[in-house]
């Protein structure tokens, strides 16, 4: 009996990390967070005790940034003034001296080194080529964002730097940060 070699082709260690982005954000959620974007902004300090950080963004929306630095080091919550739901959670901010107002009243927290070996082929082959792509340019360089619908409810953002995977926001549909990106990758 002749005994054949059979050869399993392991995926990358960036494919891996990529489908586990793609399988929390389904659900609305990223690694080190129990509870899904969406949530009344109530929920967390039942949970998790009083939040580490608060900042009031500089957005139209009144956007407030949540930080709890002890439980999820490398997250930061957004929810919005009217609403008071959590509308985005976002993994990785790319420069504290960044000149977007988006990124001035936050905290540095780095992409963990859980989602290192993430380039973004490994989140195109994962996520597919059904993507919007952006540019935002300022004087340090520029970010390229890659925004998926994920499924009725949520969608993400990813942000490379200089070829590198910097961030990602899972976020609701129905959050307004994310309204320009949705119709404009509905519009392709």
């Known amino acids: 009996m002749e005994v054949k070699e059979v050869r399993i082709k392991t995926a990358s260690p960036g494919i891996r990390q990529a489908r586990e982005i793609y399988n929390l954000a389904l659900q609305g959620k990223v690694y080190g967070v129990p509870f899904a974007v969406g949530l009344n902004e109530h929920v967390f300090p039942k949970e998790w ?23 999820a080091p ?7 003034g009217e609403t008071r739901n959590y509308e985005e959670f976002t993994v990785g901010v790319r420069d504290v001296k960044s ?3 988006y990124f001035l009243n936050g905290r540095y927290i780095s992409l963990p080194d859980r989602y290192k070996d993430v380039t973004i082929q490994d989140v195109i082959k994962v996520f597919g080529d059904n993507y919007y792509q952006s540019t935002y ?3 340090a360089g520029s ?6 619908t994920l499924s009725f409810d949520y969608c993400i953002r990813f942000a490379v730097y200089e070829n590198k995977l910097v961030s990602f926001m899972v976020s609701k549909q129905t959050n307004p940060f994310v309204q320009e990106d949705l119709k404009k990758l509905r519009q392709q």
């Open 143 to 148: 970010t390229v964002s890659y925004f998926y």
């Open 99 to 101: 000149t977007d107002p």
């Open 49 to 71: 005790g009083a939040a580490d950080a608060r900042i009031r963004g500089v957005t139209e929306n009144g956007g407030i940034f949540v930080y709890y630095w002890k439980r």
């Open 74 to 80: 490398s997250v930061f919550f957004t929810f919005l």
């Open 137 to 139: 340019t300022e004087p």
